[in-house]
């Protein structure tokens, strides 16, 4: 290699370098549905952001009932379960919210659904994992991967779903199983469960590989549903509304601004569906002249978690920037 060549050899895998969280980022690219401006409590499933790196499985589409769970590992009994062993057993139901780590600030990757299926803890119970035993390591019929702390997958609200919204998991989210796991971003809520393995060794994952966040522990986020950017306003006031999450810590508040951030008006809050749910709000808002306005939102969670504009990038571990719209009143 001559000098020059080994100069731009350095020079271009620095940029490489450089760029890598960027591109990692451009690949985790969930579709969204418009929900309108009035955002249910529930998603429905049709409503519900969807979101894989390589779509449903082959296998799944086409010979669904090949498919079993295996839980294994550092465990004093393994267990395997057919989907009709798995519909036999007792459910539990559960309101939960689940949110990508990629989605962007005031973005429409976040829904809300009715879950039910089997308590991951009574699986863990029957199976008796190792005293030394600290990760659960789930495998997905489309090989993604990801492990949590045993210590969270023992949650009392830590599910093995099959249902959403009442219905079976349709394949786009996860047919014939899915875990929902309360507090962390959706590249914890494995879809697709083949295999849950109890160890020690406390794997990467599919996205950590690509530098997103291990712990991936939800961040607080609110969002405007109405107005709209862009809008016009006819009035002199309006209700401004949205909805907050901040996984299993709970929203605190939500302030709404629209003089610039100067002043914060506190908005009123739905209670939740559960204590995993997001929460709906609403404040109003009156301008005394017409002329371009901007309206930013901001919440807190219970444990002094606050939307700051220095978090806006999701990669690589969520956004919590604030979220602002600009309208016009005529
Ligand atoms: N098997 C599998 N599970 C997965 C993924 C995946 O690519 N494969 N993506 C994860 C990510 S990044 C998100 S945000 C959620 C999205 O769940 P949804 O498509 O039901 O909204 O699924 C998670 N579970
Ligand atoms: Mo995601």
């Known amino acids: 290699m001559t000098r020059l060549k080994f100069l731009r050899f350095l020079i271009y895998s620095f940029l490489g370098f450089l760029l890598s969280p960027v591109k990692s980022l451009a690949q985790m ?21 969807v979101e894989d790196y390589s779509g449903p499985p082959a296998s799944l589409k086409e010979n669904p009932e090949t498919w079993s769970l295996r839980l294994h590992g550092m465990v004093k009994r393994e267990l395997v379960f057919t989907y009709p062993q ?11 919210t689940i949110n990508c780590i990629g989605n962007p600030v005031g973005g429409g990757a976040i829904g809300n659904a009715l879950w039910e299926g089997v308590s991951l803890a009574s699986l863990l119970d ?3 994992p190792d005293f030394f035993a ?5 495998k997905g019929a ?15 609200s830590a599910l093995l779903a099959l249902k959403m919204n009442g219905r079976p998991l349709t394949l786009d989210h996860g047919f014939p199983l899915r875990l929902v796991v309360p507090g962390l971003y959706g590249i914890k809520q494995m ?12 794997r990467e994952g599919y996205w950590q590989k690509r530098g997103w966040s291990k712990k991936a522990r939800v961040k607080i986020f609110s969002r405007i549903d109405h107005p709209r950017d862009g809008d016009w306003i006819f009035q002199r006031s309006l209700l401004a ?3 907050a999450f901040a996984g299993d810590r709970g929203v605190q508040y939500v302030q709404v601004s629209s003089d610039g951030e100067k002043t914060w008006a506190l908005a009123k809050l739905e ?9 709906r709000w609403s404040v109003p808002i009156s301008f005394n002249k017409p002329g371009r306005y901007q309206l930013s939102v901001r919440g807190a969670d219970q444990y002094g978690g606050v939307q700051r504009d220095d978090l806006r990038d999701p990669f690589p571990s969520g956004t919590s920037g604030v979220h602002r719209v600009n309208i016009s009143v005529a």
């Open 29 to 49: 690219a969930p579709r969204v549905f418009d929900a309108g401006r009035v955002t249910s409590q529930i998603t429905s499933v049709s409503k519900f952001y």
């Open 86 to 96: 798995l519909l036999k057993r007792p459910t539990i139901k559960m309101f939960a």
């Open 126 to 128: 029957e199976a008796n």
């Open 134 to 138: 600290d990760v659960a390591a789930f």
């Open 142 to 156: 489309d090989d993604y991967h990801d492990s949590i702390p045993l210590r969270q997958a023992r949650h009392s």
């Open 191 to 202: 879809k697709w469960i083949r295999e849950i393995e109890i160890g020690q060794d406390d």
């Open 241 to 243: 509304q949205g909805v």
């Open 271 to 279: 209670p939740p569906l559960s204590d995993y749910s997001w929460a």
